[in-house]
């Protein structure tokens, strides 16, 4: 979600790719590591077999209590995703108002705070419909998996974006085009992975994403009888 505030970031070209690569070496190293403990501390087959290791190794480092402190960490651990979410996804909506996109009044910015209040919002109501619909992890493996497929149009993106002449480009990034090929093959596997194993969630959440699309494109014929308008 670095990416979501490009526009507002200070030197996005030196910044942005900064907090992507160190913000990826830290969790992939918090990771390993935490891998590393509950392998030591528990046997292999345990691990394996376990749907809750992080409490199980906390249990059998600490007691009975340790899986209560460790479910108190991993509340601490959501509130701070939680906190970027909340900051970092209006600026979607933002930006797509900047666009002509989205309604005009999601744009608008506080006076004195200066964020995006109507998308804040809105953001916040439609959060509160998507509650209601589904248990937590119901809603956990729809936006994952949906979100997916965005990640992999985004880079798809790419190609086109590089095709435009006078396209000025402030970052250029060695490896294209194997680098976003190998990363749209991957981000659609993971896709077609979700909807094998679990089709049934797969489909509501693609039901949603879908759901848009006619609202979309009316949207734009909506957008293009006003400018016609405004020519005429």
């Not at 899986?67 to 909506?93: F, K, N």
């Not at 435009?164 to 402030?170: C, E, K, V």
């Not at 993971?190 to 089709?199: K, R």
Request: one cysteine or more; hydrophobic letters at 55%; aromatic letters at 10%.
């Amino acid at each position: 979600m670095v990416t979501y505030s490009a526009e507002e970031t200070v030197r996005p070209e030196r910044t942005i790719p900064r907090a992507l690569v160190l913000g990826t070496a830290i969790v992939t190293a918090c990771y390993m590591a935490l891998n590393a403990v509950y392998l030591y501390i528990l046997p292999l087959g345990t691990v394996a077999a376990s749907t809750r290791v992080a409490a199980d190794a906390a249990d059998a480092l600490l007691g009975s209590g340790g899986g209560v402190i460790m479910a108190g960490l991993v509340v601490l651990s959501t509130l701070g995703a939680l906190s970027g979410i909340v900051y970092c996804g209006p600026r979607v909506y933002y930006a797509m108002a900047q666009d002509g996109l989205l309604f005009l009044w999601a744009g608008e910015i506080h006076p004195r705070r200066r964020t995006p209040q109507r998308a804040l919002i809105l953001q916040a109501g439609w959060s509160s419909v998507l509650v209601v619909t589904g248990t937590y992890r119901a809603l956990f493996t729809r936006v994952v998996y949906t979100e997916w497929i965005f990640f992999g149009l985004m880079a798809a993106g790419l190609f086109v974006l590089r095709r435009r002449a006078g396209l000025a480009r402030g970052l250029k990034v060695w490896g294209y085009p194997v680098v976003p090929a190998v990363f749209i093959v991957a981000s659609f596997a993971i896709v077609a992975n979700q909807i094998v194993s679990s089709p049934g969630e797969s489909a509501v959440g693609l039901s949603l994403v879908a759901a848009g699309l006619p609202v979309y494109f009316l949207w734009l014929k909506r957008q293009g009888k006003i400018s016609a308008g405004a020519k005429a």
